[in-house]
């Protein structure tokens, strides 16, 4: 039915044009811009089921692909396609735009209309990051993804929104120039800005350590990285649920997104000669952030710095590759290692979303993020207490858990990289099952202490649903892992055969 | 080829035409009949859009074609930058038509002073001999100063007008003595003659570098690029806002024009030695004018030091010295005067009567009280911190890849690291617009040819960026690329 349809630019232009719409529309009626919103999301989600199950797994090839010419000036073209990587991660953000819909449905009373074509334009350009072909229409997604961030952090977040959307704002930017000009350099040098042709084009392996330290720069901020993280806590803080949730469950993927689709191919040789650095950077996030987040006082910055620590596991599972193909033949275990990663890519965005919506709902009945505030909310909201501690447990990697299938790829593939790799990142079993535990011992269970937490309601319908869909999610990942496997499985194992052969060969200069 | 081939000179013959016809018929007009004048000055920039794009008859399927003995020349370059000053000028009479208006300065003054800075521009833009160089610069700057001085109560705007006035005249100087030693070392005030003359005679003439440094002083000067950028700021906040419209959206485009044609047509052997000069001065300009705006509080003095960064930016265009450099600065400059035209439009709307919005404080909550006026403010100055989608990227994106292709990546850096300083002050606008609470509550009404205008100006800013192409085109094919 859909297959002679530009599925990809529908997916890109439905939600931004909606947004447009929302905003026309709903300004003087909030409940139809809700209405609205929801419609549009939705659609856009039921149109990104029919790209999955239409999606060829046996091909390594991009697929439903669209090219038009959009400079011809300087051969930049709007050009899409997706591969294994793109498919899941564009799911799960279409998944995610219904879901902030939903979640933003009473909690937001304050321009209703700008905060939910906010969302959705925003859902539109990051499925354009995932599908764009095209590096100067990548960066131009990535971008422009940042202004209805900026908005929704400083219009509807808490009190010190101001410096934290304005810190993030020109955090991720200062790392995004770093890169536009490591691509103006490669179209300079290429003639083109098909990244397909630049996984091929020939580059000298110094020219390759500047290209890759720019790319660096942007996605390590984007990820985020220990050391350049420091935005993320702030913004997380302070910005509105829906905002959190997006920021968690889709932004910081579009790093990782980055790392797959530029570093490793374009820059293979690099990535070799550098992946010390993204292995330290990755294992301190994982021990260290992991001891960071345990002395937390606020919730919701315990799960951004758990964020942090988990997004450690993504950096190393893919650049694990390197060390595994100098240990074994073949390289099995890279393979492991780099699913790992999408896998935990995937979870996490599920899980920290999940926690973040966790979050919203006791911060929307009692105004307070403190975990010193609460106490014994099982008591008075038992619904809500077993999807918390669900979704804490699969924080924490507990097996049967979306959280456990990552984190356990991401540590056997270490294993064959390194044995003290694996050892430094395995203490996340430790540490994040300390962290996330010991928030739900104080939170959810225990006396209640506070009398205002004795006065709570449970969740309703529509919080129900919200937490429950993704509940399922969680588990599904967790149990049956294949399907999610299988989708990236042909385009894993084409960039590991990519990554091993050098570039510099014939260099240009 | 040496002919006199008038008609080459149409448009601006039209627009001195119409610029006396309506310094006469201000002479029979009562002063409520003023808006006729309004009119008049419209159609004389749509008859001369028409005419200019005309063109190609009169060159005889050439690319380009001299008039006046080969001292006034028509190409795609300055039919495209004439296109687009009559069209900003346009802009620029609607926006100021209702500023004028509230603050009872609605008189005919502004638009024969504007027409002729236009003549002057456009004779700039079509110059190719010394001499027309000057004549068209003294005519724009003599009509700028009068023009800033226009509001005879205002002490701020006579001190402006002054010091623009003073450190005009000392550019201007600089700039007539560079020409004499450039005449001295080759004979010629034509500049296809210079040109041929340097080839002749070896670069390696110290009488030749002397009057192309004294030149690019003059220029740096018109351009308003550090350190030669001192006037810009007291003249922005000294002028009334009308006035300050023009002056940071048409002249632009004339003195890109004078630097393309003295730099490249005439001095293009000497491209070693301007190459490091503009390198330093659009250095500096990024670096100052970028952190000088941070320290603002008025609109005017932000989007002034803004101004200066943005020049930087356009010399970027000029380093490596080929056709796809000058398609960008000449895309830069173009896209400039488009959002600069907003962004004083957006003061010009929030000037309630007799009083102007020059603090930034007067943003404040834009958002609530109208969003989509917000909007359009908020796309500029996106567009201008260089975010895509909007039209200011591709213009950054375009100068930066020039500075690449000249080899200079410690520049390229320099400009994006300081363009993201530059997006600090852009995004506090922004944070009045849409994160604070308005002051006031006063209804924001304005008469619909304004609203269209603004409308029209803010759709254009995402428009051209998301359907950029036509105009990189446009611009990249003036130079043959």
Redesign the interface.
Known sequence: MLSNWPILSILIWLPILGGAVVIAAGAQRASMARLLALVISALTFVISIQLFTTFDTSTAAMQFTELHPWIPAFDIQYSLGVDGFSVPLILLTTFFGVLVVIAGWEVIQDKVHQYMAAFLIMEGLMVGVFCAMDALLFYVFFEAMLIPMFLVIGMWGGPQRVYATIKFFLYTFLGSVFMLIGLIYLYIQSGTWSILEWHQFPLSLEVQKWLFIGFLAAFSVKIPMWPVHTWLPDAHVEAPTGGSVILAAIMLKIGGYGFIRFSLPITPDASAALDWLIIGLSLIAVVYIGFVALVQQDMKKLIAYSSISHMGFVTLGLFLAFAIFQNTEGGRGAALGVEGAMVQMISHGFVSGALFLCVGVLYDRLHSRMIADYGGVANSMPWFASFAVLFFMANSGLPGTSGFVGEFMVILAAFQANFWYAFLAATTLILGAAYSLWLVKRVIFGEVTNKEVAKLEDINAREALVLGIIAVAVLLVGLWPEPLVNLMHSSVEQLLAHIQQPKFTGAGF | MNTMNMLLATPELWVLTMACVILIADLFLREDRRGIIHMLAMVTLVFAAIITMRADYMTDGARSALAFGGAFIRDPMGDVLKLFSFIVLGIVYIYAKFCLRQFRMFRADFYTLSLFALLGVMLLISANSLVTVYLGLELTSLSTYALVAFDRESRRGSEAAMKYFVLGSMASGMLLYGMSMIYGATGSLDLYEISLAITERGTDDLILVFGLVFLVVGLSFKLGVVPFHMWIPDVYHGAPVAVTLFISSVPKMAAFAMAFRLLQTGLGELHGDWQQMLALLAVFSIVLGNLAAIAQSNIKRMLAYSTISHMGFILLGFLPGTPDGYGAGMYYVIVYSIMSAAAFGMVILLSARGVEAENLDDFKGL?QRN?WYAAIMAMVM?SMAG???FVG??AK?LV??AA??SGM?WL??TA??F??VG??YY??V??LM??DEPMTEAKIDAPVDFRAALSLNGIMILGLGIF??SL??VC?SSFG?
Request: glycine share 0%; aromatic share 20%; charged share 10%.
């Open positions: 958002n969003s996106f975010v895509p989608v990227f591709f994106w930066i890849k690449l292709e990546v390229a850096i994006v690291i363009s993201v997006a600090f995004l506090r922004v944070k849409y994160f950029s192409s990189i085109a990249m690329a």
